[in-house]
């Protein structure tokens, strides 16, 4: 084939996801879209690139992700992501949802308009998780999420909760059959399912879920490989399932590869840029050093994901009439690449992306979504405890030091000053509150947390998957206040409070979790907040910020905490924080 072609990748070697092959040959593109992988005559290209040998195969595409726990708008996340080689993202929307509503969800679909990152995406299946236990700005109404599944750039519903759908849960199941009815994916999160109970997977799959996130183990992927999911392996900082073990066990057991994906699911930019985790490839990396073969390799992260949303007409192959998403690499395990093409244009070259990207534009209202309720004031954080007690034991949440939101359940026995229960700093416990900030009730739940090891002063923030509300944690209900009214007057994001002074602030204004900024910015207010926690507050943890939002989540063992009070995860039920008194 001759002719006039905007772009020429010449002298590659072409990893072919379709036929299983890697071969020497020229990629042709004219405009967005290859129009052939054919040695012809391609000379009088407008643009030609001497690839000198250089592998090239289609660009990476992660099945599931979540843009609001990165803390980056789009433009910078696409400055991140597509110099490390992944050019599509089907992101779920579940927590920016319930932040906005559907005008968020629309603002951030937009946000992507212009972008060498491209994107799809998964409405929300729940709006709150369960509104008998927290409080949301915005509640799902089925007319809306109609709505939200026609628009073009949807492709299905996302974190459908195994345990709404075994329990018969109508109006839950009402918007799969809708989803269903549009043609969409039905994408599950299926981590509650009782293992071994064969009965529960059929059906959790009969119901219409198509693919689980929720592989952490060996023994999660047989029942679900058995039941036609497919299984998007989750290899994120603090949820390394493919290094521990999961790779291994494909390779060994002689796993089929064609309904495996890999996927980020959360993850933060300080795990990305700061602590240099990085994204899909290190997936690619993990599982090319367990010996799996490196076309399969390719192919989790690239055809398989198209063919399951259906989207292989045009992106997960480098083959003719597909968008010319092309990654070029020395070695197949080696990133970030040297060059990148989306959409036909060179983007980023060794590490850096070359093109401009547009300036964020959400709206209006999505910038001011923190409105705390006239009834919520610092006396509000104050728990009275039982007329006469001296002191009390309480429920005390446990957190730990990573991703993974794996609170453990603690007790201790507090003083009583005043009638009113008291953190012990000596104990490492302290106050910890959840504060309803969509101006809807004016809840505040109070309880206590050990595990941060403060000293003095207040950490609080509006970043907490998946309600958002403000969370704050301190030594007294005064520098916790402050905390809180700092957070609520730069729109979102952290603040450390220590004597009344704010010492380090991270913005956060779209929606309270998500910066403008550029990545490198939002990065080092990161580390300057968590560095000044340790240093004047002597946080004991190393990541403060990350324990913060991830603690109140009220549906992984053993405590949560919504803006109703602390939840006990196994029994799903709420449980008071005081336990006893004398």
Not at 387 to 410: F, T, Y
Not at 440 to 452: D, E, L, P, S, W
């Amino acid at each position: 084939m001759a002719g006039k072609f905007s772009l020429l990748l010449k002298d590659c070697q072409l990893v072919n996801v379709c036929s299983g092959e890697i071969y020497p040959t020229d990629i042709a593109i004219d405009g967005e879209k290859i129009v052939s992988i054919d040695r012809a005559n391609h000379a009088d290209a407008a643009e030609v690139v001497d690839c000198a040998g250089l592998y090239a195969m289609p660009g990476l595409i992660d099945p599931h992700m979540h843009v609001d726990t990165t803390s980056l708008w789009p433009g910078e996340l696409a400055r991140v992501l597509v110099p490390l080689g992944t050019t599509t993202v089907f992101v779920d929307m579940s927590n920016v949802i319930t932040t906005g509503g559907p005008a968020a969800v629309r603002g951030l679909i937009d946000s992507f308009e212009g972008l060498p990152l491209r994107a799809f995406f998964a409405m929300a299946s729940y709006s709150p998780l369960d509104p008998t236990r927290e409080t949301v700005a915005y509640e799902l109404k089925l007319d809306d999420l109609a709505t939200m599944l026609s628009w073009p750039e949807s492709v299905s519903i996302g974190e459908t909760v195994s345990s709404k759908i075994l329990a018969g849960d109508e109006e839950y199941l009402s918007r799969i059959a809708l989803c269903l009815r549009h043609g969409h994916r039905v994408s599950g999160h299926g981590g509650d399912l009782p293992p071994g109970q064969e009965s529960a997977f059929d059906a959790y799959v009969a119901a219409g879920i198509r693919d689980d996130h929720c592989v952490m183990r060996p023994r999660d992927i047989p029942p679900r490989l058995r039941r036609g999911l497919s299984l998007f392996t989750v290899e994120s900082s603090g949820r390394e399932n493919l290094t521990n073990g999961l790779a291994a066990y494909v390779r060994d057991a002689g796993i089929p590869t064609r309904h495996l994906h890999f996927c980020i699911d959360n993850i933060t930019v300080m795990s990305m840029v700061g602590d240099g985790f990085g994204y899909l490839d290190r997936s690619v990396r993990v599982a090319m050093d367990a010996g799996l073969p490196p076309v399969d390799v390719i192919r989790m992260g690239t055809l398989n994901t198209a063919e399951h949303y259906r989207k292989s007409h045009l992106i997960g192959s480098v083959t003719p009439g597909r968008l010319a998403d092309v990654l070029l690499v020395r070695e197949l395990d080696q990133f970030p690449p040297e060059i990148v093409v989306t959409g036909g244009r060179v983007v980023a070259r060794k590490g850096e992306l070359v093109v401009d990207v547009p300036k964020p534009r959400f709206p209006r209202a999505y910038r001011e979504s923190i409105r705390l309720h006239e009834s919520v004031s610092a006396a509000r954080l104050a728990l009275p405890a039982p007329p006469g007690a001296a002191e009390v034991d309480v429920r005390v949440i446990q957190v730990n030091d990573q991703d993974a939101a794996l609170n453990k359940s603690a007790g201790a026995t507090l003083p009583v000053v005043g009638g009113l229960v008291r953190p012990d700093p000596a104990q490492d416990v302290l106050k910890f509150c959840v504060v309803e900030r969509y101006d809807r009730n004016g809840n505040v739940a109070v309880g206590f947390a050990k595990g941060f090891g403060l000293k003095r002063g207040a950490i609080a923030t509006s970043v907490s998957v998946p309600s958002n509300n403000i969370v704050a944690v301190g030594t007294t209900d005064e520098e916790i206040w402050a905390a809180i009214r700092h957070v609520t007057a730069i729109q979102g994001g952290y603040a450390v409070v220590a004597g009344g002074d704010v010492l380090a602030e991270v913005r956060l204004p779209v929606g309270g979790i998500i910066s403008e900024e550029p990545f490198e910015d939002v990065v080092a207010a990161i580390r300057d907040a968590e560095r000044i926690a340790g240093q004047a507050l002597d946080c004991a943890l190393l990541n403060p910020l990350r324990a913060l939002t991830a603690t109140v989540l009220p549906t992984l063992p053993d405590y949560g905490m919504t803006d109703l009070g602390l939840v006990d995860v196994a029994a799903r039920r709420f449980v008071p924080v005081l336990e006893s008194a004398r």
